[in-house]
């Protein structure tokens, strides 16, 4: 399998939850969507974290893991003076196609974290207040990195990494809905 076949077919096949998602959302034009928009992060990422830190990598992925936000969102929540919501739990198999399909959507989500930053910052919310997550989320090294062991997969059930990363990315339309938006 090469990067741009696996990487494209998941992208292909995951267009219409990832639209979804993006429609979910919209924009965060003040400070009370924002705070929802952090809670309803935190809801996502935490049981998706939680998840991923039970699994077992294989050696393809070396030293390389998914990026941990779910603490620096909760310092973000604590920072505007808001408590994490409760979350869902979120299970899926932990074979290498739903792990893949998962970190997928996770480490993807860099692509619109410098869009979101931007938002932040117009509410005044920065690297020290409010949008540690969102800085730390939008460096690309660590989406780069995947696209590489991706490539160097041999081969993954396509079939299962697309219900993965359509399952993760519903689970955060889902925390989005239940924090707020697309109502």
């Known amino acids: ?11 292909d096949h995951t267009r219409q939850a990832h639209e979804e998602l993006d429609r ?22 935490q049981p998706v974290e939680r998840y991923l830190a039970g699994a077992e990598w294989p050696a393809t992925f070396g030293d390389w893991r998914p990026t941990e936000l779910g603490p620096l969102i909760a310092a973000d929540l604590a920072d505007i003076g808001t408590e994490p919501p409760e979350s869902r739990p979120f299970d899926l198999s932990k074979d290498i196609a739903s792990l893949v ?15 979101i930053r931007r938002m932040a910052g117009a509410l005044g919310y920065d690297e020290n207040h409010g949008a540690r997550h969102l800085v730390r989320q939008e460096r690309l090294g660590s989406w ?40």
């Open 1 to 11: 399998m090469t990067l741009h076949s696996l990487r494209f077919h998941l992208r």
């Open 101 to 115: 399909g998962v970190i997928y959507v996770l480490e993807g989500s860099a692509l619109g974290a410098k869009l």
């Open 144 to 183: 780069r990195d995947l696209l590489a062991i991706m490539e160097s997969l041999e081969s993954i059930d396509l079939a299962v990494a697309v219900r993965a990363a359509e399952t993760t990315f519903e689970q955060a339309a889902t925390a989005m809905r239940e924090n707020g938006f697309g109502r």
């Open 24 to 45: 979910t959302i919209g924009r965060l034009d003040s400070a009370e969507a924002y705070k929802s928009f952090l809670r309803a992060s935190h809801a996502h990422r």
